[in-house]
């Protein structure tokens, strides 16, 4: 079968650093996806890791260990518009399935 | 031109219509999906579609029916739907086996009186 768990939801403050966790269990493993999806639109890419280690991207970095089954996205200097949900994605083969995404709430 | 195109944006629909929902890409990609999103929900995979070929279906009832005219286009065609069917509905396109994006489009949000 296949698992992709994260946090239902989150809360940190404007300025503040956050680590959103995704743990998977899947069938395949061809890279690992990081969405962000604002209430009422599509998901928008985030970043993508295939091999373990820290992808960096700006304010966003991603970690993955393959071995643990393990993913991170850090965001750094949160901002306001910050606030939505974050979708971790694992890609096996065709099939690229969502977790259960995080509600993260940016307080002032 | 890295856009995914769907149309309608939104769509109402009686139990006993047949509507279709429509999506588009002109960046080369091969592979297409279907997904379909309640509220406060990740989307969940519908169809997915390998050089226009049908290569998954999660169990989807047969009222949901995929097709793939073209390497281009993607339809979803829609009968006889329930109300708990009403969703936004997301195409995304990849190329099979890429290392990078997969590209959503805006969704087509569909409500079933």
């Known amino acids: 079968g296949q698992n992709i768990d994260q946090p239902t939801e989150m809360t940190a403050t404007e300025g503040a650093i956050v680590q959103i966790n995704c743990t998977y269990q899947?069938?395949?493993?061809?890279?690992l996806f990081w969405y962000q999806q604002h209430a009422g639109e599509a998901p928008t890419f985030l970043s993508y890791?295939?091999?373990?280690g820290l992808e960096e991207k700006g304010r966003f970095s991603s970690f993955l260990s393959r071995s643990k089954g393990y993913s991170y996205l850090l965001l750094k200097e949160l901002q306001m518009k910050d606030s939505a949900s974050y979708l971790c994605?694992?890609?096996?083969?065709?099939?690229?399935?969502f977790g259960t995404g995080t509600r993260l709430q940016v307080f002032p | 031109d890295t856009e995914v195109t769907q149309t309608p944006k939104h769509l109402v629909m009686g139990m006993t219509n047949k509507k279709s929902l429509k999506c588009e890409q002109h960046?080369?990609?091969?592979?297409m999906y279907w997904y379909k999103q309640k509220a406060k929900k990740p989307p969940e995979l519908m169809f997915v579609?390998?050089?226009?070929?049908?290569?998954i279906n999660e169990s989807v009832p047969s009222r949901f029916s995929p097709e793939c005219p073209n390497s281009s286009l993607l339809n979803l065609h829609l009968h006889a739907l329930q109300p708990e069917d009403s969703a936004l509905y997301l195409c995304?396109?990849?190329?099979?086996?890429?290392?990078?994006?997969?590209?959503f489009g805006e969704g087509s949000r569909l409500t079933v009186l």
């Open positions: 995304a396109s990849m190329t099979p086996g890429a290392t990078g994006e997969l590209f």
């Open positions: 994605a694992v890609l096996g083969g065709d099939k690229l399935i």
């Open positions: 579609y390998s050089y226009e070929k049908l290569s």
């Open positions: 890791n295939v091999l373990d």
């Open positions: 960046m080369g990609h091969r592979a």
């Open positions: 899947t069938s395949g493993f061809n890279g």
